[in-house]
């Protein structure tokens, strides 16, 4: 597969995806999904359906082309970028025929305008070498090494009602977690680890990953589809955990709209998903469990309690950890993490997460006023945000805030429910700020 995405400057810059399927990369290539193939053929045994691989060379080019097309350098407004993409598939009639909808998911997803040519040319792997006679695993669920993830994985461990495969996409800092929780719940024989790795040639690569769900789920298709289960033509579900509040992701202020905003697994890209799998033909339906939790609900419910005591605190689910792996402390998904321990708990010292900034932005004293200097503002502005939003809630009421963020139009009999887990999400939230003395 070889997508060349143009930019401003001209230049064709070709992403390599597969390995071995186009030949030695240069040191003007850039590549995505390199191991991918050889890794899932270690694993499974097993090969993929055509079909899945051509949806997973498309989210991996997909990948690859977010990050090699910096938002800064190539829009107008520093975030919308127009992309154009080829991908290389085993039946560019069928797909381009879903064209349309294709391109309504990615806009969706990473707030660009996409613009998508599928050609001949889609990825046909060897048989693995040592094939595997039988799958019988019923299920795949997404292993992130997040704290929803593993209260999902530990969920259907205990109530042993399914036998998943979990999948794993492989970054650097989340590894060990995700092997030890694995581990842990008696599943590391049914772990599949894969890794994106997209590396863009330039020196100035886009950093958001706004589609890295995309290839995520992609990974977890694949996997779907080695089942005996697929196989003998039943539909596989396949477990997205994530808890409401942050799914749906209302934008706490006005500022938030936009770069600060993720659509990772927000129940409008989840239902457009699904209807692209179905008119594809691949038997896998999307759920998520959660949709109607908090995450400080999803603790308080877990069926394993101890087990969640012992490995919660090595779970990840920072925003900005970046290089050092760490929690930051200070960012809307650490405040979330934090609200949720204390919702479990009732107490601050029950969260032995180590965050680079364990006071969370409340070691500034006194409440913060017009004075607050900006560079503060910008150390702090999630903490600074989750407090407008709760004031703004105080004044006008839940309803206003959500506002268009969750409409009948969109969420239909849902919005309702949808709203009331915004509200006790944010409400969460407040009750830690409250504790710390900062609200």
């Excluded at 100035?204 to 080695?226: C, K, M």
């Excluded at 759920?287 to 087990?307: I, P, V």
């Excluded at 934090?338 to 029950?350: E, I």
């Amino acid at each position: 597969m070889h997508p060349d995405i143009p930019t401003p400057a001209g230049v064709n810059h070709r992403l390599f995806v597969f390995e071995g399927d186009m030949g030695p990369l240069s040191n003007s290539s850039g590549h995505v999904g390199l191991s991918v193939a050889s890794d899932i053929s270690r694993w499974a045994g097993r090969s993929p359906s055509t079909l899945a691989w051509d949806f997973a060379a498309l989210a991996l080019a997909v990948v690859g082309a977010d990050r090699l097309v910096n938002r800064a350098l190539t829009s107008a407004d520093g975030w919308t970028r127009e992309i154009e993409l080829s991908v290389s598939v085993s039946d560019p009639t069928r797909w381009t025929a879903l064209k349309p909808e294709v391109e309504a998911l990615l806009s969706f997803l990473t707030g660009d305008f996409w613009s998508l040519t599928f050609i001949e040319g889609g990825y046909h792997p060897a048989p693995p070498k040592q094939i595997v006679a039988s799958r019988p695993e019923t299920c795949v669920a997404l292993l992130s090494g997040g704290l929803d993830s593993l209260i999902g994985a530990i969920n259907m461990e205990t109530a042993a009602v399914d036998r998943p495969i979990y999948v794993s996409n492989r970054v650097r800092g989340d590894v060990a977690k995700q092997e030890m929780f694995a581990s842990r719940i008696n599943a590391g024989g049914r772990l599949l680890s894969l890794n994106a790795d997209p590396r863009a040639a330039t020196r100035q690569p886009e950093i958001s990953q706004r589609p890295r769900s995309l290839v995520f789920i992609a990974f977890a298709v694949l996997a779907a589809t080695v089942l005996d289960k697929y196989r003998d033509g039943a539909t596989v579900d396949l477990h997205t955990p994530e808890n409401g509040f942050i799914s749906l992701n209302v934008p706490l202020t006005t500022l938030r709209r936009g770069s600060l905003s993720t659509r990772t697994t927000h129940p409008h890209f989840i239902d457009m998903l699904q209807r692209l799998l179905i008119q594809l033909g691949l038997k896998v339906t999307l759920r998520n469990t959660y949709q109607l939790k908090t995450k400080g609900e999803m603790m308080l419910e877990c069926a394993d309690q101890s087990l969640l005591e012992a490995l919660a605190p090595y779970s990840m689910s920072c925003g900005r950890a970046g290089r050092s792996y760490r929690h930051c402390g200070r960012c809307l998904p650490c405040l979330v993490r934090r609200a949720s321990f204390v919702k479990w708990k009732g107490r601050l010292d029950a969260d032995r997460t180590d965050y680079i900034h364990p006071k969370a932005g409340f070691e500034v004293h006194g409440r913060i006023n017009n004075d607050f200097h900006q560079k503060a503002f910008a150390e702090y502005d999630d903490v600074m945000q989750a407090l407008t939003a709760l004031n703004f809630v105080e004044r006008h009421g839940s309803r206003a805030w959500t506002g268009a963020a969750i409409t009948e139009t969109v969420f239909g009999a849902d919005a309702v429910a949808c709203r009331d887990v915004a509200d006790r999400g944010l409400g969460e939230i407040g009750n830690f700020l409250e504790l710390t003395g900062l609200k």
